[in-house]
């Protein structure tokens, strides 16, 4: 069992090396055997599935095959948040991934705007000494997207 859970760490770790360098169809063949695996040994609600949905969706966004890309965030939302609980900085990250595809792909709503301020509500709801403080950014960064493309922003500055 340790053989196999090592080959799909391995094939994860290839799998993001792979998306950060653009060959991202190897990429997403070596995230798919990682989940295939995991899955098999953990079921489908752990959180390495749920990490590797994450992967998976990072290239999907970079494919700009946003409906897929958002379906995968939305599955590793929902395992983050029932094996980590609602709270988690996990659960940040996600919810803010989910706000840039959107932002990505012109999708940009309440919705939208709701999940990152949520994200932002997490991060502070942490000591600082605990954030990512990359990963706020990369949050107030898309949120101030988010904000900025809805109707009358011009107006409001």
Known sequence: ??????AAALAYALGVALTDVGRLDEARQNLERAREVWVQA????????????????RVERRARRF??????????????????????????????EIGV?????GQV???????????LS??????P????????GRTLFALARALDSQPGAGERA
């Open 101 to 105: 595809t959107r932002i990505d792909s």
């Open 42 to 57: 953990h079921g489908p609600e752990h959180r390495d599935v749920g990490r590797v949905n994450a992967a998976l969706a």
């Open 129 to 136: 000494a605990d954030v990512d403080q990359a990963a706020l």
């Open 109 to 119: 709503s309440q919705e939208t705007v709701a999940k990152l301020e949520r994200a």
């Open 67 to 96: 409906a897929q890309a958002l379906k995968l965030w939305q599955t590793a939302l929902d395992i983050a948040e029932r094996t980590r609980g609602p709270g988690h900085l996990e659960v940040a990250r996600v919810l803010t």
């Open 122 to 127: 997490i991060w502070r709801q942490h000591d």
């Open 1 to 6: 069992r340790q053989e196999v859970g090592g």
